[in-house]
């Protein structure tokens, strides 16, 4: 059941937008178990829904074949109508409604304030989840965000995708 939807996606990708899209299935993905705590954890958020600051960035490439593998740095203090979405490949009804849906920044305060988890990463990573060809993401732009992450301290991310 599971492999006949995967055909059927992958055929109205195919036949929508990318005609040589195929699944890439990624078995070797390291796991990171914490080494601590949540409590004392700092957590980032990271989403594929494709905001960026309407006064700060250039739009992702939303409309290309290929989609776009780069990302946009936001602060988690930046106010919402400062914020846009350039992403063509789903429903922006509920995200356009509240950007919370991928940023849930006013959630993780309050998880911070109640002592849940340690500390909320003040920048949030965003990239635009449709990449029928991530190769560039893989090899590049995901170990760039990871870099980042380390050098400050991230013991973790949260990832909303859309």
Not at 104 to 111: D, S
Not at 139 to 154: F, H, M, N, Q, S
Request: proline share 9%; charged share 20%; glycine share 6%.
């Amino acid at each position: 059941m599971q492999n006949t939807r995967l055909e059927a996606a992958q055929a109205r990708i195919r036949e929508g937008w990318y005609p040589g899209f195929v699944w890439v299935a990624n078995e070797s993905a390291p796991w990171a178990p914490l080494t601590k705590p949540l409590s004392e954890t700092t957590v980032a958020l990271v989403s594929t829904c494709g905001l960026y600051r309407s006064d700060v960035h250039v739009p992702f490439a939303a409309w290309q074949d290929l989609g776009d593998p780069s990302f946009r740095v936001i602060r988690d203090d930046t106010p919402p109508e400062r914020l846009r979405i350039a992403h063509a490949h789903y429903d922006h009804h509920h995200v356009a409604t509240d950007h919370e849906f991928a940023f849930p920044v006013i959630h993780f305060h309050q998880l911070v304030k109640d002592g849940v988890v340690g500390r909320g990463y003040p920048w949030l990573f965003s990239f635009m989840g449709y990449l029928p060809e991530p190769r560039q993401l893989v090899t590049e732009t995901a170990p760039e965000v990871a870099r980042i992450l380390r050098e400050d301290g991230v013991d973790a991310a949260f990832l909303t995708p859309c």
